[in-house]
């Protein structure tokens, strides 16, 4: 796998600093360094090329490093910028703070305080980022709730068309889609702000990198470097087919263009998501205007980010929601309570897509700091969804699953009812999935073995009720392990005898 180069700017104007950093960080072979020992170049430079990181000297002669910081979020406001000066002061340090620097470094420092410091500020900045990609994730799921009103299909592809521009800060966007009646491709959306011939060419399919001219199931990028009239920009046009059922049903089109970068890892799966989006709108309406599953196929989309990201927890969502509606007949639920269940089921980790990937897919146990991030999932998935009127009732589910009966959960520590049922059984199902399902760690292990972590925490992590409502539906065998998990290892001996171990409180 290619690694993200990382474009880091060193400015010193004592020469021998400037080469001891640049031996320092010799040993990452992502990280592209480069020197200056004047501060006027190195503005130059940094107004002229894309940069992720700047280090500079507070003090400069007649320049400062004030100056290279606000010159740096003026032109890339992503970018991280620390600060180094042999004379602080905290006056000094809270006003670059306050300009929007990230750390401030003390000469003189040991070599492995500043890498650790560009590696801190390094991953500050992929968050950030991360976190203009969930904010992103909103334009879709606007479209799901646009979708569920009953918009008709066209002003939904408009809106598809017109949120791409918008949230990626993009050129122009068009949406082609297949006449199945007469068998050909046609323009249906676009939209666009003073898009040349070349640009309106390609949006509409035609033109050496146009969708009607390549393969019809293949997503394409092309990039390329343009001279302009007042400085040169790169340009990304973007192709990802709407499939469905296997066929192609139409081409999502984007154009890019930025002073420094192509388009990203990150908005190229928030493009691919809005495609994804398209085609399940166009087949629903083709379908006789299916409203219900169309959205639910949006919400799957979601899940499935999370899923793809999370390589140990694939079908986790899936695996859930077929146990959970089990024991919630056994409660009593309502159908209306029911649907709301598939989609919590679903949606219940949605707040993963904000956790790194090296912690959700860390092959042992998490560090403090690591679990703290983990932790911030219930409540990064219930901001997700505040605000969209058919998933509110689902909240329950995403922000409670890990609340303890005792109190001793997160994010909240609420105990007993003051849990919301939703978050008291999934808590239960979750748990039972965790046991079974392979981890990183450690294989799954067989269904005695979960069944005896319920019973042992029943009372103190578990609704005894819920557990009680389990087990029931487990000695019935209406929980079909062998189906649901793939393995052979259900154990179906006397599980009423093993209820009367006393609970601990």
Same mark, same amino acid.
């Given at each position: 796998m290619q690694k993200d180069v990382k474009n880091i700017i060193v400015i010193d104007d004592e020469k021998y600093v400037c080469n001891i950093i640049m031996e320092a960080l010799s040993e990452f072979d992502n990280f592209r360094v480069h020197k200056f020992t004047d501060p006027q170049r190195a503005i130059k430079y940094i107004t002229?090329?894309?940069?992720?990181?700047? #280090?500079? @000297? +507070?003090?400069?002669?007649?320049?400062? *490093?004030?100056?290279?910081?606000?010159?740096?979020?003026? /032109?890339?406001?992503?970018?991280?910028?620390i600060l180094m000066t042999g004379y602080p002061t905290v006056k000094t340090?809270?006003?670059?703070?306050?300009?929007?620097?990230?750390?401030?470094?003390?000469?003189?420092?040991? #070599?492995? @305080? +500043?890498?650790?410091?560009?590696?801190? *500020?390094?991953?500050?900045?992929?968050?950030?980022?991360? /976190?203009?990609?969930?904010?992103?994730?909103?334009e879709l799921m606007k479209i799901s709730e646009a979708f569920t009103h009953g918009v008709g299909l066209h002003e939904l592809l408009n809106q598809i068309v017109n949120s791409a521009v918008r949230a990626l800060s993009a050129k122009a966007a068009s949406l082609i889609l297949l006449d199945r009646k007469a068998g050909r491709y046609g323009l249906r959306c676009i939209s666009y702000t003073g898009c040349d011939a070349r640009i309106d060419e390609f949006l509409r399919g035609n033109g050496p990198h146009g969708a009607l001219t390549r393969s019809k199931n293949e997503s394409y990028i092309f990039n390329e470097e343009i001279i302009g009239d007042e400085f040169p920009f790169r340009r990304s046009m973007v192709i990802f087919p709407l499939v469905s059922k296997g066929a192609n049903i139409g081409y999502f089109n984007l154009v890019c263009q930025n002073r420094f970068n192509y388009i990203t890892p990150g908005q190229q799966h928030l493009v691919s998501l809005l495609a994804s989006t398209a085609a399940s709108a166009v087949e629903s309406n083709f379908m006789d205007r299916n409203l219900r599953k169309s959205y639910l196929l949006?919400?799957?989309?979601?899940?499935?980010?999370?899923?793809?990201?999370?390589?140990?927890?694939?079908?986790?969502?899936?695996?859930?929601y077929r146990v959970a509606k089990v024991i919630a007949r056994k409660l009593g639920w309502s159908n209306e309570k029911m649907i709301e269940l598939r989609y919590g089921s679903i949606l219940h980790d949605i707040g993963k897509i904000g956790v790194p990937d090296a912690i959700l897919n860390k092959p042992g146990r998490l560090t403090e700091d690591e679990r703290a991030m983990m932790q911030k999932h219930p409540e990064m998935g219930a901001r997700i969804l505040r605000g969209i009127p058919f998933l509110e009732p689902i909240i329950p589910y995403v922000i409670a699953h890990h609340e303890r009966y005792d109190g001793n959960g997160y994010p909240h520590g609420l105990s007993g009812e003051d849990i919301p049922v939703e978050g008291r059984l999934l808590a239960v199902v979750d748990t039972f999935?965790?046991?079974?399902?392979?981890?990183?760690?450690?294989?799954?292990?067989?269904?005695?073995?979960?069944?005896?972590?319920l019973i042992k925490f029943k009372g103190r992590q578990f609704d005894p009720v819920i557990v009680d409502a389990f087990l029931e539906a487990y000695e019935e065998g209406l929980i079909d392990c062998?189906?649901?998990?793939?393995?052979?290892?259900?154990?179906?001996?006397?599980?009423?005898?093993?209820?009367?171990?006393?609970?601990?409180?």
């Amino acid at each position: 796998m290619q690694k993200d180069v990382k474009n880091i700017i060193v400015i010193d104007d004592e020469k021998y600093v400037c080469n001891i950093i640049m031996e320092a960080l010799s040993e990452f072979d992502n990280f592209r360094v480069h020197k200056f020992t004047d501060p006027q170049r190195a503005i130059k430079y940094i107004t002229d090329h894309g940069v992720d990181l700047v #280090l500079t @000297d +507070l003090v400069m002669g007649n320049h400062s *490093g004030v100056q290279v910081l606000e010159t740096t979020l003026q /032109n890339h406001p992503d970018s991280i910028v620390i600060l180094m000066t042999g004379y602080p002061t905290v006056k000094t340090a809270i006003s670059v703070l306050k300009k929007g620097g990230y750390d401030y470094l003390i000469k003189p420092f040991k #070599l492995e @305080d +500043l890498k650790s410091t560009i590696k801190r *500020g390094l991953d500050h900045q992929r968050i950030k980022q991360e /976190n203009v990609e969930l904010r992103s994730q909103l334009e879709l799921m606007k479209i799901s709730e646009a979708f569920t009103h009953g918009v008709g299909l066209h002003e939904l592809l408009n809106q598809i068309v017109n949120s791409a521009v918008r949230a990626l800060s993009a050129k122009a966007a068009s949406l082609i889609l297949l006449d199945r009646k007469a068998g050909r491709y046609g323009l249906r959306c676009i939209s666009y702000t003073g898009c040349d011939a070349r640009i309106d060419e390609f949006l509409r399919g035609n033109g050496p990198h146009g969708a009607l001219t390549r393969s019809k199931n293949e997503s394409y990028i092309f990039n390329e470097e343009i001279i302009g009239d007042e400085f040169p920009f790169r340009r990304s046009m973007v192709i990802f087919p709407l499939v469905s059922k296997g066929a192609n049903i139409g081409y999502f089109n984007l154009v890019c263009q930025n002073r420094f970068n192509y388009i990203t890892p990150g908005q190229q799966h928030l493009v691919s998501l809005l495609a994804s989006t398209a085609a399940s709108a166009v087949e629903s309406n083709f379908m006789d205007r299916n409203l219900r599953k169309s959205y639910l196929l949006t919400i799957k989309a979601l899940a499935n980010a999370v899923e793809a990201r999370d390589i140990y927890t694939a079908g986790h969502t899936v695996r859930v929601y077929r146990v959970a509606k089990v024991i919630a007949r056994k409660l009593g639920w309502s159908n209306e309570k029911m649907i709301e269940l598939r989609y919590g089921s679903i949606l219940h980790d949605i707040g993963k897509i904000g956790v790194p990937d090296a912690i959700l897919n860390k092959p042992g146990r998490l560090t403090e700091d690591e679990r703290a991030m983990m932790q911030k999932h219930p409540e990064m998935g219930a901001r997700i969804l505040r605000g969209i009127p058919f998933l509110e009732p689902i909240i329950p589910y995403v922000i409670a699953h890990h609340e303890r009966y005792d109190g001793n959960g997160y994010p909240h520590g609420l105990s007993g009812e003051d849990i919301p049922v939703e978050g008291r059984l999934l808590a239960v199902v979750d748990t039972f999935d965790a046991i079974m399902s392979d981890r990183p760690y450690r294989p799954g292990a067989d269904a005695k073995k979960a069944i005896d972590e319920l019973i042992k925490f029943k009372g103190r992590q578990f609704d005894p009720v819920i557990v009680d409502a389990f087990l029931e539906a487990y000695e019935e065998g209406l929980i079909d392990c062998l189906t649901v998990y793939g393995n052979g290892k259900e154990n179906t001996s006397d599980i009423t005898a093993r209820q009367t171990v006393p609970v601990q409180s």
